[in-house]
């Protein structure tokens, strides 16, 4: 009888024991796809590379959007978008952004403005606003891809984020300050623009694209862009006065002789107009030592000005 009931109690521990494993098995299995779920199936861990046709006005012209997500199932970490130089090289410009977005935890969103579906200067640099000095449509505006993108990231569950931050370097930098000053970036929590060769300065007495006359802003709009959280970075180092692709016409030297002035011209020249219309003044400039037109030396600086933005 003993035996029996020794045998029994085997069977029954067991049965338990395997019961165990089974739920555990379950459990694992549960946590997995709930993982899968909360990692986004069109911005995987780690980089990765997708193609945005989304927007109906430029669907004719896909882009490839480079992103870096680090090693986070959060999906309210920040959003930084990085838009690359004249080189085109978006990967190249997401990668440099790799290690401040592991350090401080934010999505990397690097759209790419190839030199096919957009050749000339006037349709990256000047975002598409005049062709043939013909004003464009708005809505081909190639500035319109980062509210349209970030939108979709939202709606593709990849974000529950409600802004964004906004970087370019060199003729990134170019496209980023035209975007605050021609349209509403109303998701946009900081826009950084670094290195810039030359600017659309806010000056009324010059023809677009060296200022702003005859080009489809007005003065009294200034208020509004004026209390934008605009940062206006600059590396120390960047005065080569005869680096090859710094634009040298009559116009863009008179901003200065290399990107260091002109910065600081657009700048000043943005300040004055704020003090002359007796308005509010949210622009900065900020310096980065040692430094010179590189936008991985800039990366780390702008990453720290960016995640302090979102903190303070």
């Given at each position: 009888m003993i035996n029996i009931l020794h045998f029994k109690n085997i069977k029954y521990i067991l049965f338990l024991f395997s019961l165990i494993i089974i739920t555990c098995s379950d459990s694992e299995d549960e946590m997995i796809e709930s993982e899968k779920e909360i990692e986004s199936k069109l911005i995987p861990f780690g980089y990765n590379k997708f193609v945005y046709n989304k927007?109906?006005?430029?669907?004719?012209?896909?882009?490839?959007v480079h992103t870096y997500l680090p090693d986070s199932l959060k999906k309210d970490i920040p959003v930084l978008f990085?838009?690359?130089?004249?080189?085109?090289?978006?990967?190249?410009y997401c990668f440099a952004w790799v290690e401040s977005a592991r350090k401080l935890n934010f999505?990397?969103?690097?759209?790419?403005?190839?030199?096919?579906?957009?050749?000339?200067s006037d349709d990256y640099h000047l975002g598409?606003?005049?062709?043939?000095?013909?004003?464009?449509?708005s809505t081909k505006w190639s500035f319109n891809f980062?509210?349209?993108?970030?939108?979709?990231?939202?709606?593709?569950?990849?974000?529950?984020?409600?802004?964004?931050g906004l970087y370019g370097h060199s003729a990134g930098s170019q496209y980023v300050h035209r975007l605050a000053l021609y349209t509403e970036p109303k998701n946009a929590s900081i826009i950084i623009a670094a290195n810039a060769g030359w600017y659309t300065t806010i000056d009324f007495n010059e023809d677009f694209p060296y200022g702003l006359k005859n080009s489809p802003i007005k003065e009294e709009t200034l208020t509004e862009k004026?209390?934008?959280?605009?940062?206006?970075?600059?590396?120390?180092?960047?005065?080569?006065?005869?680096?090859?692709?710094?634009?040298k016409t009559?116009?863009?030297?008179?901003?200065?002789?290399?990107?260091?002035?002109?910065?600081?011209?657009?700048?000043?020249?943005?300040?004055?107009k704020a003090n002359q219309l007796n308005t509010s003044f949210n622009w900065r400039l900020q310096t980065v030592?040692?430094?010179?037109?590189?936008n991985n030396n800039m990366a780390p600086t702008a990453a720290e000005i960016f995640i302090s933005s979102i903190n303070n």
């Open positions: 927007y109906a006005p430029l669907a004719d012209k896909p882009i490839d990085v838009m690359h130089g004249n080189s085109r090289d978006a990967r190249g999505l990397v969103v690097c759209p790419e403005l190839d030199i096919v579906q957009f050749p000339k598409g606003i005049f062709n043939d000095n013909e004003l464009v449509d980062i509210e349209e993108i970030f939108s979709y990231l939202i709606k593709e569950g990849v974000t529950t984020v409600n802004t964004y004026f209390t934008y959280p605009i940062v206006i970075l600059l590396g120390e180092n960047d005065i080569n006065p005869n680096a090859s692709s710094l634009r009559e116009k863009a030297m008179l901003q200065g002789i290399h990107r260091f002035e002109r910065g600081n011209y657009f700048y000043e020249t943005a300040r004055n030592p040692s430094v010179g037109h590189s």
